[in-house]
Structure formats: C-alpha cells, structure tokens
C-alpha cells in the first residue's frame, strides 16, 4: 500500500490558518497548547496528538476523527516512502550484513519479515526470525526523525509483537538512528511507580549511523556501502560530495550482484535524496549515469516534485483538501471525479477520507462510490 505524504500540520495550515488569516501564535492561545509545540507541529516536526485532534475539531467545527484520520494516513505514508521501506527491501537483499551492523552473525540463518500489528497501528521495522528456533529473535526499528518516545516506542513494539506472535523467547532489540541528533532527542526507557513495587527499565543495542565512517561499514560487511550517505554530514561540500557518490556507484557495481545492482543504486539514490537536500534528481541522475526516472524511487520524486510546483491557491473546506489528498497520491484527478467530490456531503467526506487510506488506484474510489450511492439508489 503506497500512500503520498502530507504531514498534517501542512495541511492545516494550508487549509485553515492561511485561508483564515489567522496567526499561528494567536490561534495556540485560543487551543490552549505552547507556540513553540504548536509551531513544529505546524512544520511537520511532530505528530498531531488525538488530543490537539479533539481542540481542532471543536475550533474548527471538524470531527476529531478527520484529523486523528489525516494524522494515521501521514504515518502510514511514511512508513512506505521514508527509509523504513527501503532497509526492509536492503533486508531482504543484504540480510547477513545488516544483521552484523548490530553485532548478529547470521550466515543465512535468519529471514526478514515486516510485521504490521493492525489492531494497535503498531509497526516494527524489520522483524527477523531464526531459522533455528533456538537462536533469538532480532527486532530492528530505523530512525530518522526526532522522537523523544523512540525508546518507548521501540519496547511497545517489542511487547505487541511477542502478544502477536504469542512468543516468549530471547530477543535483541536494536535501533539504527540516521543521524546523531535523532539519538540524542531519545529519552532513557524508564517507567516506576512513587512506592517503588513496580518498574520497568531497558536498553537496546543502539547504532548512529552518522558516527561512522565508510571504511567503519566496509571493515563489518562490504555490501554496508549501500548506507555510506549516513556516515557524511548533511552540509558536507556539494563538489565533493557528487564525487563521492560516483565513486559509491562504482563500487557498488563491482560488489552486488546484476541482479540487485539496480536496486541497490534505487535504494542508494533515495537515501542520499533524504541526506542531502541539496540535490535534486537530474543531479543524482547525472552522478549515477542512469535514468532515475524509471525506477520507483524516481516516481516518487517526479509525483512530489509536481505536488510541489503546484502554484498556492487558497482552498476551502474538507473537499478541497479530499481532492488534495487524492491527487498527492494518484496524480491529476479527472474534471468529472473533482465534480462528484464536490458533490458529496459533509458525512459521507469522512468516510470517503477514511476510505482513502485503503484505496490502491482510482478504481477504488469509483467502486466505493457505487456502494454508497448507486446502491442506496442515490445519485450525484
């Protein structure tokens, strides 16, 4: 399931702030929450809380569910388009290696599997199960973002997936942090109570990708190349740096396989677009000698990098930001589509935004408008 990224703080603020004139400073008093909190949510820098949710809707006169809703499609996006999604693929290609980066030897002996906890819209990373049931279980959580609770996080993921699996073995909880700072936001996992009768305490096998160096990756497993973008700094000197990409792509071919080669230069390419911003697609394109463009990584890109050509207008209301959401993850809508969406009432919007979510093409739409107003024997 491929869902565009819209972070809803952006939408907020496209949507309602700057179609209101109101001020971001004026508009935190009024919901009674800090500016400074209220700000990185507006900036995409942290989750919209359910409780935010209820404040909006009730200022907004929305339903909590539309922004609980915008919040979980936001989540599940960048699950899919982030790097989560690419080192679960690396798993699946370079498992042995990506093991040792946490100090397991595994020699084949285990096998990556992504498993989603639906029912607590919990997700691990990777999940790799030995082939012997004896040997432990490796859970592995990638970080790329700023998130105070990642160690929490990271132990309810490990709980729910042992109640999932109904398993009560040995396991080795590692996080990979993209980068220094997104280590250092972590809090210390730590829960007790004032009588000290209970408590909860622990550590995971942690790695800073950014601490290392390429020849670090190397000395552990060759094929750990394919993360060298991590171990630079994100204002490391544009020149030098396309350099170093061509020497990676080089490197690359003579390690990997022709079966993975391209793939691997996919994942290669996304990573070094979410390191460095510095550079834009022709240009990774340029580095790389290949056509970025027909690989999914390139897709993706051209579908972001016309979302944000787009010139901004001032939209209203829920169905504008329904077509908004549409078009970020199918591309142009047809006149006719725009029209129905239009024409659909305020009740049946959240259940179509909600719908949204699972919708895999436009055909989903349109058979789900079938069922709701075809087969109620309604038109629009």
């Known amino acids: 399931m491929k869902i ?3 972070h809803p703080g952006k939408i907020l603020k496209k949507f309602y702030i700057d179609s209101q004139s109101l001020s971001i400073k004026d508009l935190s008093k009024k919901i009674n929450i800090s500016h400074a909190k209220f700000t990185n949510i507006i900036k995409g820098k942290q989750s919209l809380t359910s409780e935010l949710s209820f404040k909006l809707a009730q200022y907004f006169q929305t339903s909590p569910e539309f922004w609980i809703q915008l919040q979980l499609n936001y989540d599940l996006s960048e699950k899919s388009k982030g790097t989560d999604d690419p080192f679960y693929k690396l798993m699946n290609i370079i498992g042995d290696a990506m093991l040792k980066l946490v100090g397991v030897e595994s020699n084949g002996e285990y096998e990556p599997r992504a ?8 997700f691990p990373d990777i999940v ?20 105070p609770m990642m160690r929490y996080i990271m132990s309810s993921k490990i709980t729910m997936m042992c109640t999932h699996e109904k398993y009560t073995g040995p396991i080795i909880g590692a996080i990979v942090y993209t980068d220094k700072e997104y280590k250092n936001a972590a809090l210390p996992f ?43 700094p994100k204002n490391y000197p544009k020149d030098e740096y396309i350099q170093k990409c061509r020497q990676w792509k080089q490197k690359i071919d003579k390690i990997y396989s022709k079966q993975t080669v391209h793939e691997i230069t ?5 990573f070094i677009l979410n390191r460095q911003k510095q ?27 016309k979302k944000e050509g787009k010139k901004e207008g001032k939209k209203e209301g829920k169905k504008e930001i329904i077509i908004y959401l549409f078009e970020n993850r199918f591309g142009r809508l047809p006149v006719k ?8 009432d305020t009740k049946l919007l959240d259940e179509l935004a909600v719908s949204l979510l699972n919708f895999g093409s436009i055909k989903d739409y349109y058979l789900w408008l079938d069922k709701k107003f075809i087969g109620n024997n309604k038109k629009i």
């Not at 498993?115 to 607590?120: D, G, H, M, W």
């Open 279 to 305: 550079f834009n697609r022709k240009e990774v394109q340029a580095m790389f000698n290949f056509d970025i463009s027909n690989t999914k990584v390139g897709k993706e890109l051209l579908a972001e990098g």
């Open 128 to 147: 790799a199960f030995p082939k012997n049931r004896n040997d432990e279980i490796v859970i592995i959580e990638f970080q790329g973002y700023k998130e």
């Open 190 to 232: 730590k829960i007790s109570s004032k009588s000290g009768k209970s408590w909860i305490k622990g550590e995971f096998i942690e790695i800073d990708l950014s601490s290392y160096s390429e020849n670090d990756l190397l000395e552990i497993d060759q094929e750990l190349l394919i993360l060298a973008p991590f171990t630079l």
């Open 4 to 6: 565009h990224s819209v």
């Open 115 to 122: 498993i989603v906890l639906k029912e607590k819209r919990l």
């Open 266 to 270: 996919d994942i290669l390419s996304l």
């Open 337 to 344: 589509m725009k029209k129905q969406i239009n024409q659909i």
